[in-house]
């Protein structure tokens, strides 16, 4: 009955967490940016926005609001994963061990962007539409870059976990008795 159960929290664990990722990435942030951008330079928006630079800020908003409970998210379901995947480390053979590796990768990668990446995207998002112009350019500058740099993490988070889904096929069939 256990190594029943450790299978269907691992693998619903990232089933669920590349469905968010995925979902979020392709058909919430991207179209979400888009899609302001074009409202703001639409005449009459109830909003009263004019510039397509308005609409992007918009969008960041409202995606920071999603951030804030997508990256603890993955951490939340990387462990479950993490923790499931562990049972299997005694394991016979390498498989079990490159499971293990491909998903802490991946929880690493949730964790620098919820810890380091995204705190610092906001705190520029925030600072590059300051009234001081001289933070508001240094801030402007700097963000393409760290924006870079959290999307290419979240991407590479969401390659390890798709990996790690299709390792879901060899799971042993018989689990060792201690983790």
Known sequence: ??????????ALSLAVWSGAMFFFSFFVALPT?????????????????????QGTRLAGEFLDLVFARY?????????LALA???????TPGWLPKVRVLVIALALGGAALNYFVLAPRVHDLRTERYSDDVALAEK??????PAHTASLLVDMATLLCVLIAIVLIIWLPKETPLTP
């Open 1 to 10: 009955m256990l190594p029943t159960l450790l299978q269907i929290v691992h």
């Open 33 to 53: 940016i888009e899609s302001m951008k074009r409202f703001a330079q639409t005449s009459g928006n109830w909003l009263k926005l004019s510039t397509e630079q």
């Open 71 to 79: 990256f603890p998210f993955q951490c939340v379901c990387g462990f």
């Open 84 to 90: 499931t995947s562990l049972w299997w480390w005694n």
């Open 139 to 144: 801030a402007n500058a700097a963000f393409g």
